[in-house]
């Protein structure tokens, strides 16, 4: 079982920034696709970034020039990073890592709180 622990979150006003962080139990660099979700209150979760194994990265239009996805294989964890912070960024952010060998595996991490507000 992989464990994901997210961090970095927190309150920030906007136009601010925030990096979230994903470590994983489990070596980054064989996952098919790692991305991150968010879901704001009373909506459906919704994903924010998307990074495949072979390095194409896939945005939403509500988040594309402001947020950036990566990840260090060395240190098996994922990275968020969101610029320009709007109120409507405000929700829980969910790391998501799926493989795909030696069988499909997916998991997800307990999510994290960001809070956009002046």
């Known amino acids: 079982q992989v464990q994901l622990v997210e961090s970095g979150g927190g309150l920030v006003q906007p136009g601010g920034s925030l990096r979230l962080s994903c470590a994983g139990s489990e070596d980054i660099a064989s996952a098919d696709v790692t991305s991150w979700y968010r879901q704001a209150p009373g909506k459906l979760r919704e994903y924010a970034a998307i990074l495949n194994r072979a390095g194409t990265m896939n945005y939403p239009d509500s988040v594309k020039g402001r947020f950036a996805i990566s990840r260090d294989n060395a240190k098996d964890t994922v990275y968020l990073q969101m610029n320009n912070l709007k109120p409507e960024d405000t929700g829980v952010y969910f790391c998501?890592?799926?493989?795909?060998?030696?069988?499909?595996?997916?998991?997800w991490g307990q999510g994290i709180q960001v809070t956009v507000s002046s």
């Open positions: 998501r890592i799926y493989y795909s060998v030696p069988t499909p595996r997916d998991y």
